[in-house]
């Protein structure tokens, strides 16, 4: 069974400090209990990913959240596929992008309560 969870970025501790002072975004995510093998070489290949666009494309993904932020969704539709950041991209490349996210997100929201 999956859980639901809400999950906003802080800036309590300056951990974001480009998003100190600035718009907090909510994300509701559906988190599974348990993972299967093939979920993980999914989650591992997201990474992989996610990675690999950082790396290529930094601008690429301010541009895209600089766009998001502005609630322009087509801008930052575009850029994201001009770099290979939608869910497609990711999943014609092995990958499933949300998985990722939601697993991270599970870790991050888990961690913090035990803090």
């Not at 300056?14 to 348990?34: K, M, Q, Y």
């Not at 690429?60 to 609630?71: D, M, P, S, T």
């Not at 850029?79 to 990958?95: H, K, L, M, N, V």
């Amino acid at each position: 069974m999956a859980a639901t969870v809400s999950m906003g970025v802080s800036t309590q501790r300056g951990d974001f400090g480009a998003l100190a002072g600035e718009r907090v975004h909510t994300v509701n995510l559906a988190i599974p209990d348990a993972l299967s093998e093939g979920d993980l070489r999914i989650v591992e290949r997201d990474f992989e990913l996610l990675l690999e666009i950082a790396r290529a494309h930094p601008k690429g993904i301010n541009e895209v959240l600089k766009a998001a932020a502005a609630k322009d969704y087509g801008l930052a539709k575009s850029r994201a596929s001009a770099i290979g950041f939608t869910e497609a991209d990711f999943r014609q490349r092995g990958g499933g992008c949300w998985l990722a996210l939601a697993v991270a997100a599970a870790i991050l929201l888990y961690a913090s309560k035990a803090e």
